[in-house]
C-alpha cells in the first residue's frame, strides 16, 4: 500500500511539473493572441494610407495637387515608414513568444522523458530550456513595449500633422 501511494504522489509530482511549462505556453498564447490583433490593426493601417496615397496620386491626372494635398503625401510617406518599422517589432516580438513556447513544450516533454526513463542528467538542460524560455518571453515583452511606445509617436505625428 505504502508503494502505491508513493507511486501516486511521485505522479502527481510529475504531472505538476509537467504543469509549470504548460502555464507559460497559455500565457504565451495570450500574449501571442493580442500581438497578432496588433500586428492585423498595423497591416491595415498601412493599407488604408497607400489607398488614400494611390487616390491622391490619380488626382494628378485630373488636376494638379494643391500643397495641402502634397503635404499629405509626405505625411503619408513618413507614416507608412514609421508603420513598417512597428511591424517589424511586431514581428519580432511574436518570434521570441512562438520560440518561447517552443522551449516550453520542450522543457515539458523533458520532464516526462527523464520522469519515465529516471535520467537525472538531463535536470540542468531541463532547467536551461525553461530559462530560455522565460528570456524569450522577456524578449517579446520588450518588443512589445518598443512597439507601443512607436505606435504612440505616430498617433503624436498625425495629431500634429493635422493641427
Same mark, same amino acid.
Request: hydrophobic share 55%; charged share 15%.
Given at each position: 500500500?505504502?508503494?502505491?501511494?508513493?507511486?501516486?504522489?511521485?505522479?502527481?509530482?510529475?504531472?505538476?511539473?509537467?504543469?509549470?511549462?504548460?502555464?507559460?505556453?497559455?500565457?504565451?498564447?495570450?500574449?501571442?493572441?493580442?500581438?497578432?490583433?496588433?500586428?492585423?490593426?498595423?497591416?491595415?493601417?498601412?493599407?488604408?494610407?497607400?489607398?488614400?496615397?494611390?487616390?491622391?496620386?490619380?488626382?494628378?491626372?485630373?488636376?494638379?495637387?494643391?500643397?495641402?494635398?502634397?503635404?499629405?503625401?509626405?505625411?503619408?510617406?513618413?507614416?507608412?515608414?514609421?508603420?513598417?518599422?512597428?511591424?517589424? %517589432?511586431?514581428?519580432? !516580438? /511574436? $518570434? =521570441?513568444?512562438?520560440?518561447?513556447?517552443?522551449?516550453?513544450? *520542450? &522543457?515539458? @516533454? #523533458? %520532464?516526462?522523458?527523464? !520522469? /519515465? $526513463? =529516471?535520467?537525472?542528467?538531463?535536470?540542468?538542460?531541463?532547467? *536551461? &530550456?525553461? @530559462? #530560455?524560455?522565460?528570456?524569450?518571453?522577456?524578449?517579446?515583452?520588450?518588443?512589445?513595449?518598443?512597439?507601443?511606445?512607436?505606435?504612440?509617436?505616430?498617433?503624436?505625428?498625425?495629431?500634429?500633422?493635422?493641427?
Amino acid at each position: 500500500m505504502d508503494y502505491l501511494s508513493s507511486g501516486q504522489l511521485n505522479v502527481v509530482s510529475i504531472i505538476q511539473l509537467m504543469l509549470a511549462p504548460a502555464v507559460m505556453i497559455s500565457a504565451c498564447g495570450l500574449l501571442l493572441l493580442g500581438m497578432n490583433n496588433r500586428y492585423s490593426l498595423v497591416v491595415n493601417r498601412i493599407r488604408l494610407l497607400n489607398e488614400e496615397k494611390r487616390r491622391l496620386l490619380l488626382k494628378i491626372g485630373e488636376r494638379p495637387l494643391t500643397t495641402e494635398d502634397n503635404i499629405r503625401l509626405e505625411s503619408i510617406a513618413r507614416q507608412v515608414g514609421f508603420l513598417v518599422y512597428r511591424i517589424k %517589432l511586431v514581428r519580432n !516580438s /511574436v $518570434l =521570441s513568444y512562438v520560440l518561447a513556447v517552443a522551449l516550453f513544450v *520542450l &522543457t515539458s @516533454l #523533458l %520532464l516526462g522523458i527523464t !520522469s /519515465v $526513463l =529516471s535520467i537525472i542528467k538531463l535536470n540542468y538542460f531541463i532547467i *536551461l &530550456t525553461f @530559462l #530560455l524560455g522565460m528570456i524569450f518571453v522577456l524578449i517579446g515583452v520588450v518588443f512589445a513595449g518598443l512597439e507601443t511606445k512607436k505606435g504612440y509617436e505616430i498617433i503624436q505625428f498625425e495629431v500634429a500633422a493635422h493641427e
